[in-house]
């Protein structure tokens, strides 16, 4: 027997008009004007039965089933509830035990890698340097973990800065109320009564509770798994959980037969998904982990999609691992066959191992993406995937809508007229009703309006007129309406949306107070009038009202037809005075501005225009409708503006410039945006926009401005060039090395070496590069766009790794002739082990830049002394106290005075060498 059973045709009818008597007690509470005005998976269980159950219930049946009521909970019940649910958070990213934390960082193939090194070494009786090696493992995945743990609180309080909230209806005490005597409620009355009234409050998601009433409205998440209690011309993308591309419609009727498949019930909606357009208020029956969404999110929670930097990583990670594959078998053959030591070849070759792994790269790259994010939330771009730093850095074309960025977010109501041109207050009037009484999203235009606070005392909306039912918007519509009462009980459908559309459903316009037939010539009018104003900059808005005959309860969309156009609202949108400022050090830095907006050409152009924005030619939305993919993909390379676009049309755009190999970012905060911001490769929003949005940015922005945005970009490619830095060291020092070692141990009667002070000289080497990321970035690295670029790092390997054999084989020849190192095998490896730790720590700073180090570029404070410390204790090794356990010797001095010579050496040719692949190739 199906769950459904329980529901009948009886409870049906009678939850029709529970759910007509509580949707209009909500809306009193819920809407201006009337009342207390305020400010195709399956579930299993528990969660489906009660889901699929209450989808039965009548209105007033499901809050009572939910000891709540049409007021709303109170705030003692709401804390009660959150202490009994827990908050209303799904396992996005659950956090894992500190020890959990260092397992995945111990595992790393790295480290792994040098574990088993370490137990060879101790197998085999090399204790010291068994200790070595696991004391390099120790700091790698300490110093790892910790500044992974730093980043993950910073990243969770800059998280914290973005909140996202939801309207919703609960009661309050009020304090200064009279409570009732004991005397006037009887004998047994007990304790005086606590008053409360409902009021709407912004409440941050995590903290809903069920029985909890919200508001939903256009651009809104559904924050929860939510019954309708009522509901408006309401649309709903499931996409996240269906896979369906169109949006459903959503009524607030009780199910006569609920079925087994909570999904396909059209008065329930679920967390995850969002409304596209209509209004609702609903009644909050699961959270968090309870919720679909939340029972998916526990068996779906995965590693995230890796950009193409960390395949890149991964790839020279790799890399790295199968050149020591094939380095330490010869190097060990080769010491065997020549030498006839075995053991000592085999303990050399594993220190030589350990020399080639880049142990250090996870420590870099986690401690510049907790740099980067700190340093970006300081300039108020908050990032809340830490990795997508990497991305942002690699913009090299930014899509923007025009409301916000390249104008001032802040829309005045300049001209209010009639067909003629004419100031007409009538226009006003019914534009401020529309606005006022509207429950939806109120964008700029509607703030606008508003803000003409003359008109309520005018009008007393409150106290003239009652709001009856509305029609909200839509993109298809591109009009909203709103039917009110006015004296003696005449319904009048007020409408307000895009000249063309309200012309459309209009057969009489009113001028002067005298109606006539619209005819085509009308139309060439206003038109004519409205391109005019666009041209200057304005934005057009038609009105048009029409009296009902027969009043009744509801309306719908069919209603609007055969009105009145009553005239037209102009509103100006200046441009920033930093946008044109902030566009040219966009491109500058090598990031083309791309315009995708919903408005209309003429305004566009003239904004464009004002912010020095070239434009030669508007694509429209309908141009872009009519192309196939391969035709979009050449127009979005060359159009720099697109108008009049519907969201899947912005987001068409951004895949054709994927297409082309573009990275792509996209700036936006509507409600239209939400496609675009998840196809870009960073999504960009701001902290004012709607929850769509916000939820599917990648950054946010503190400040609606491309001026923030761009130093987060700068931000970012400092991120990705210091992580560069560490892999072009590594990759060439690994390449030279191989040379150097292959080499000596071919010619050398003994291991060119010591194993021990190979193990000493990489985590001196690892210790100097700890402070990469507080380098400095040079002014021309940040003004291209930066990508993972293997063929880079490849001309540094081959071009830089053998020029430091070219010194480690003069230095050999310096032993052998002056100081008879071919005899003295401690002295030939001591001053080896210092030579090499000071040209492999110095020559960071040449490879750094591609500029003259220290005279044309200077490095940061930290890197510079950690640079110093290490170079100081690498010569004062051999003389101090831990030299008979390194197996090292005192080196003579004029060998250390021949050293710098050598170094100035390897430096000067290595400047020389990667100039020319500056100049020739363009690297850096």
Same mark, same amino acid.
């Given at each position: 027997?199906?769950?459904?059973?329980?529901?009948?045709?009886?409870?049906?009818?009678?939850?029709?008009?529970?759910?007509?008597?509580?949707?209009?007690?909500?809306?009193?509470?819920?809407?201006?004007?009337?009342?207390?005005?305020?400010?195709?998976?399956?579930?299993?269980?528990?969660?489906?039965?009660?889901?699929?159950?209450?989808?039965?219930?009548?209105?007033?049946?499901?809050?009572?089933?939910?000891?709540?009521?049409?007021?709303?909970?109170?705030?003692?019940?709401?804390?009660?509830?959150?202490?009994?649910?827990?908050?209303?958070?799904?396992?996005?990213?659950?956090?894992?035990?500190?020890?959990?934390?260092?397992?995945?960082?111990?595992?790393?193939?790295?480290?792994?890698?040098?574990?088993?090194?370490?137990?060879?070494?101790?197998?085999?009786?090399?204790?010291?340097?068994?200790?070595?090696?696991?004391?390099?493992?120790?700091?790698?995945?300490?110093?790892?973990?910790?500044?992974?743990?730093?980043?993950?609180?910073?990243?969770?309080?800059?998280?914290?800065?973005?909140?996202?909230?939801?309207?919703?209806?609960?009661?309050?005490?009020?304090?200064?109320?009279?409570?009732?005597?004991?005397?006037?409620?009887?004998?047994?009355?007990?304790?005086?009564?606590?008053?409360?009234?409902?009021?709407?409050?912004?409440?941050?998601?995590?903290?809903?509770?069920?029985?909890?009433?919200?508001?939903?409205?256009?651009?809104?998440?559904?924050?929860?798994?939510?019954?309708?209690?009522?509901?408006?011309?309401? *649309?709903?993308?499931?996409?996240?959980?269906?896979?369906?591309?169109?949006?459903?419609?959503?009524?607030?009727?009780?199910?006569?037969?609920?079925?087994?498949?909570?999904?396909?019930?059209?008065?329930?909606?679920?967390?995850?998904?969002?409304?596209?357009?209509?209004?609702?208020?609903?009644?909050?029956?699961?959270?968090?982990?309870?919720?679909?969404?939340?029972?998916?999110?526990?068996?779906?929670?995965?590693?995230?999609?890796?950009?193409?930097?960390?395949?890149?990583?991964?790839?020279?990670?790799?890399?790295?691992?199968?050149?020591?594959?094939?380095?330490?078998?010869?190097?060990?053959?080769?010491?065997?066959?020549?030498?006839?030591?075995?053991?000592?070849?085999?303990?050399?070759?594993?220190?030589?191992?350990?020399?080639?792994?880049?142990?250090?790269?996870?420590?870099?790259?986690?401690?510049?993406?907790?740099?980067?994010?700190?340093?970006?939330?300081?300039?108020?771009?908050?990032?809340?995937?830490?990795?997508?730093?990497?991305?942002?850095?690699?913009?090299?074309?930014?899509?923007?809508?025009?409301?916000?960025?390249?104008?001032?977010?802040?829309?005045?109501?300049?001209?209010?007229?009639?067909?003629?041109?004419?100031?007409?207050e009538q226009v006003l009037e019914l534009a401020f009703l529309n606005s006022y009484y509207q429950s939806g999203l109120r964008n700029l235009?509607?703030?606008?309006v508003l803000e003409r606070v003359e008109m309520y005392a005018d009008l007393h909306p409150e106290r003239n007129y009652r709001k009856v039912?509305?029609?909200?918007?839509?993109?298809?519509?591109?009009?909203?309406?709103?039917?009110?009462?006015?004296?003696?009980?005449?319904?009048?459908?007020?409408?307000?949306?895009?000249?063309?559309?309200?012309?459309?459903?209009?057969?009489?316009?009113?001028?002067?107070?005298?109606?006539?037939?619209?005819?085509?010539?009308?139309?060439?009018?206003?038109?004519?009038?409205?391109?005019?104003?666009?041209?200057?900059?304005?934005?057009?808005?038609?009105?048009?009202?029409?009296?009902?005959?027969?009043?009744?309860?509801?309306?719908?969309?069919?209603?609007?037809?055969?009105?009145?156009?009553?005239?037209?609202?102009?509103?100006?949108?200046?441009?920033?005075?930093?946008?044109?400022?902030?566009?040219?050090?966009?491109?500058?830095?090598?990031?083309?501005?791309?315009?995708?907006?919903?408005?209309?050409?003429?305004?566009?152009?003239?904004?464009?225009?004002?912010?020095?924005?070239?434009?030669?030619?508007?694509?429209?939305?309908?141009?872009?409708?009519?192309?196939?993919?391969?035709?979009?993909?050449?127009?979005?390379?060359?159009?720099?503006? *697109?108008?009049?676009?519907?969201?899947?049309?912005?987001?068409?755009?951004?895949?054709?410039?994927?297409?082309?190999?573009?990275?792509?970012?996209?700036?936006?905060?509507?409600?239209?945006?939400?496609?675009?911001?998840?196809?870009?490769?960073?999504?960009?929003?701001?902290?004012?926009?709607?929850?769509?949005?916000?939820?599917?940015?990648?950054?946010?922005?503190?400040?609606?401005?491309?001026?923030?945005?761009?130093?987060?970009?700068?931000?970012?490619?400092?991120?990705?060039?210091?992580?560069?830095?560490?892999?072009?060291?590594?990759?060439?020092?690994?390449?030279?090395?191989?040379?150097?070692?292959?080499?000596?141990?071919?010619?050398?009667?003994?291991?060119?070496?010591?194993?021990?002070?190979?193990?000493?000289?990489?985590?001196?080497?690892?210790?100097?590069?700890?402070?990469?990321?507080?380098?400095?970035?040079?002014?021309?690295?940040?003004?291209?766009?930066?990508?993972?670029?293997?063929?880079?790092?490849?001309?540094?390997?081959?071009?830089?790794?053998?020029?430091?054999?070219? *010194?480690?084989?003069?230095?050999?020849?310096?032993?052998?002739?002056?100081?008879?190192?071919?005899?003295?095998?401690?002295?030939?490896?001591?001053?080896?082990?210092?030579?090499?730790?000071?040209?492999?720590?110095?020559?960071?700073?040449?490879?750094?830049?591609?500029?003259?180090?220290?005279?044309?570029?200077?490095?940061?404070?930290?890197?510079?002394?950690?640079?110093?410390?290490?170079?100081?204790?690498?010569?004062?090794?051999?003389?101090?106290? *831990?030299?008979?356990?390194?197996?090292?010797?005192?080196?003579?001095?004029?060998?250390?005075?021949?050293?710098?010579?050598?170094?100035?050496?390897?430096?000067?040719?290595?400047?020389?060498?990667?100039?020319?692949?500056?100049?020739?190739?363009?690297?850096?």
């Amino acid at each position: 027997m199906k769950t459904a059973g329980i529901c009948t045709a009886g409870i049906r009818t009678r939850g029709e008009n529970m759910e007509r008597k509580v949707g209009d007690t909500l809306l009193n509470v819920f809407s201006p004007g009337r009342g207390a005005r305020v400010g195709s998976e399956r579930l299993s269980g528990q969660v489906s039965t009660r889901l699929l159950e209450v989808s039965c219930r009548g209105a007033q049946e499901a809050l009572d089933e939910f000891r709540t009521s049409i007021q709303g909970l109170t705030a003692p019940e709401a804390v009660e509830r959150l202490e009994q649910y827990g908050h209303n958070t799904v396992a996005r990213e659950k956090k894992k035990h500190w020890l959990a934390q260092l397992f995945v960082r111990v595992r790393n193939p790295l480290n792994v890698l040098l574990i088993v090194l370490s137990v060879m070494s101790l197998v085999t009786g090399d204790t010291t340097g068994a200790g070595i090696i696991a004391l390099m493992v120790v700091v790698a995945v300490t110093l790892a973990w910790f500044q992974e743990a730093r980043s993950s609180r910073a990243a969770e309080k800059l998280r914290a800065m973005v909140t996202t909230t939801a309207t919703v209806l609960r009661q309050e005490l009020v304090e200064d109320a009279i409570p009732v005597p004991d005397d006037a409620r009887g004998d047994a009355a007990g304790p005086p009564e606590l008053l409360f009234r409902p009021v709407r409050q912004q409440v941050p998601l995590d903290e809903l509770v069920p029985g909890d009433l919200v508001q939903l409205s256009a651009g809104d998440m559904i924050p929860a798994d939510v019954r309708l209690l009522s509901a408006k011309d309401l *649309f709903i993308n499931q996409s996240a959980l269906t896979g369906e591309s169109l949006p459903v419609e959503k009524f607030a009727t009780a199910m006569e037969q609920a079925g087994d498949n909570a999904l396909e019930l059209n008065n329930l909606c679920f967390m995850g998904t969002n409304v596209v357009s209509g209004t609702a208020i609903a009644l909050v029956v699961t959270t968090g982990t309870q919720t679909y969404f939340g029972s998916l999110a526990k068996t779906l929670v995965s590693e995230r999609v890796q950009t193409s930097f960390d395949r890149g990583v991964h790839r020279f990670t790799w890399l790295m691992i199968r050149f020591m594959l094939v380095m330490v078998p010869l190097v060990f053959l080769i010491n065997g066959l020549t030498k006839g030591d075995w053991f000592e070849a085999l303990m050399f070759a594993l220190a030589v191992a350990v020399g080639l792994t880049p142990e250090m790269l996870p420590v870099i790259v986690t401690m510049n993406l907790a740099k980067g994010a700190l340093a970006m939330s300081r300039k108020k771009v908050i990032v809340k995937r830490l990795h997508s730093i990497q991305n942002f850095g690699a913009i090299d074309v930014l899509c923007t809508d025009k409301t916000g960025t390249l104008t001032q977010d802040k829309v005045f109501l300049e001209k209010h007229v009639d067909l003629n041109g004419n100031d007409n207050e009538q226009v006003l009037e019914l534009a401020f009703l529309n606005s006022y009484y509207q429950s939806g999203l109120r964008n700029l235009l509607d703030v606008a309006v508003l803000e003409r606070v003359e008109m309520y005392a005018d009008l007393h909306p409150e106290r003239n007129y009652r709001k009856v039912d509305e029609i909200p918007f839509d993109f298809q519509r591109r009009r909203m309406s709103v039917v009110v009462e006015e004296e003696h009980a005449r319904h009048l459908l007020i409408c307000k949306g895009a000249v063309e559309e309200i012309f459309s459903i209009c057969s009489h316009a009113e001028v002067d107070g005298h109606r006539k037939p619209l005819v085509p010539e009308d139309l060439a009018r206003l038109q004519e009038v409205t391109q005019a104003l666009n041209q200057d900059g304005f934005r057009v808005i038609a009105v048009a009202f029409k009296e009902i005959v027969e009043p009744r309860r509801e309306y719908a969309v069919v209603d609007e037809s055969d009105m009145v156009l009553l005239g037209y609202i102009a509103f100006l949108d200046p441009p920033k005075e930093s946008a044109g400022q902030a566009i040219a050090k966009l491109r500058e830095h090598g990031i083309k501005v791309k315009v995708l907006t919903g408005d209309n050409d003429a305004v566009t152009r003239k904004i464009c225009a004002q912010v020095g924005l070239e434009v030669e030619h508007i694509v429209l939305g309908r141009d872009v409708e009519a192309m196939n993919d391969e035709a979009l993909t050449d127009v979005a390379e060359g159009a720099a503006v *697109f108008a009049k676009l519907s969201p899947e049309q912005k987001a068409r755009v951004i895949r054709a410039l994927h297409s082309r190999g573009h990275v792509v970012g996209f700036l936006g905060d509507g409600i239209n945006d939400g496609a675009a911001l998840k196809t870009a490769d960073v999504g960009i929003s701001v902290d004012t926009a709607v929850d769509i949005a916000k939820e599917s940015a990648d950054i946010i922005l503190l400040e609606k401005s491309l001026m923030v945005l761009e130093e987060g970009v700068l931000e970012g490619r400092k991120v990705f060039g210091n992580i560069v830095k560490y892999i072009k060291m590594g990759a060439s020092s690994n390449f030279g090395n191989m040379f150097s070692v292959l080499g000596a141990s071919i010619f050398l009667p003994f291991v060119p070496m010591a194993p021990i002070q190979v193990l000493v000289n990489n985590l001196l080497y690892d210790f100097s590069q700890t402070a990469i990321p507080t380098d400095h970035v040079d002014p021309e690295y940040l003004r291209q766009p930066r990508k993972w670029d293997l063929k880079n790092i490849g001309w540094y390997m081959v071009v830089i790794g053998p020029l430091s054999s070219v *010194f480690d084989y003069i230095t050999f020849g310096i032993l052998i002739l002056i100081y008879d190192g071919w005899h003295n095998a401690p002295l030939f490896q001591t001053a080896w082990f210092v030579e090499s730790i000071l040209t492999q720590t110095l020559i960071v700073h040449v490879i750094r830049t591609a500029k003259v180090p220290f005279v044309q570029s200077r490095p940061s404070w930290a890197l510079a002394g950690t640079t110093l410390l290490i170079c100081l204790i690498g010569i004062w090794l051999p003389f101090s106290v *831990f030299a008979h356990g390194f197996q090292m010797v005192p080196v003579p001095v004029s060998f250390l005075l021949l050293m710098p010579l050598v170094m100035l050496g390897y430096i000067v040719l290595t400047q020389w060498a990667k100039g020319r692949l500056v100049r020739r190739f363009g690297l850096n």
